[in-house]
T-cell receptor, first 110, second 113 residues
């Protein structure tokens, strides 16, 4: 099992550009999550999906959109990137309160 | 009061030392807690769960004090490989967010030779 995979691993964007971060899990979990992690801020929840077909806002949703394409895949889209969105983005899936994280995407917006 | 609070450290200890981290939580209804470990530039991974008064796994012991609303993680006989950031985690138990987790900002541990 690959667990949780994320693409890309690194990305540099210019302000105003758009991009989609991809996430997939092969553990048949219902719940999936997108977090961002910044120095001194810890992990902050952007969006989550409790099951296929549903998505909900987390703590810091502004500037992002998500799509739960199917049970396996949960994507995060930045429509117009801003320097404040420079961060490390983690996708996770969860079963019984244990979250399994992907390796992260390091995004820099210049 | 923030939902999950941790001392950010860093804790710098020699190999073989015993080190303890504390974490306080605000939601008295929480029933289970977790410690995650995050290595530098890596993703967090579950280290231990705490569902009742405590849990022990080898050199690691997690304890829960419901009356004072804190969780502790004790590491005995520290190894160089224990160097990492340790995240205290509690579940959300309210509203539509049930099942989601709240992560503390983490405590950094550095074990020196």
């Amino acid at each position: 099992n690959a667990g949780v995979t994320q693409t890309p691993k690194f990305q540099v964007l210019k302000t105003g550009q758009s991009m989609t971060l991809q996430c997939a899990q092969d553990m048949n979990h219902n719940s999936m999550y997108w977090y961002r992690q910044d120095p001194g801020m810890g992990l902050r929840l952007i969006y989550y999906s409790a099951s296929e077909g549903t998505t909900d806002k987390g703590e810091v949703p502004n500037g992002y959109n998500v799509s739960r394409l199917n049970k396996r895949e949960f994507s995060l889209r930045l429509e117009s990137a801003a320097p404040s969105q420079t961060s490390v983005y983690f996708c996770a899936s969860m079963k019984a309160y244990e979250q399994y994280f992907g390796p992260g995407t390091r995004l820099t917006v210049t | 009061r923030k939902e999950v609070e941790q001392d950010p450290g860093p804790f710098n200890v020699p190999e073989g030392a015993t080190v303890a981290f504390n974490c306080t939580y605000s939601n008295s209804a929480s029933q289970s807690f977790f410690w995650y470990r995050q290595d530098c530039r890596k993703e967090p991974k579950l280290l231990m769960s705490v569902y009742s008064s405590g849990n022990e796994d080898g050199r690691f012991t997690a304890q829960l004090n419901r009356a004072s609303q804190y969780i502790s993680l004790l590491i005995r006989d520290s190894k160089l490989s224990d160097s990492a950031t340790y995240l205290c985690v509690a579940p959300m138990n309210y509203g539509g967010s049930q099942g989601n987790l709240i992560f503390g900002k983490g405590t950094k541990l550095s074990v020196k030779p």
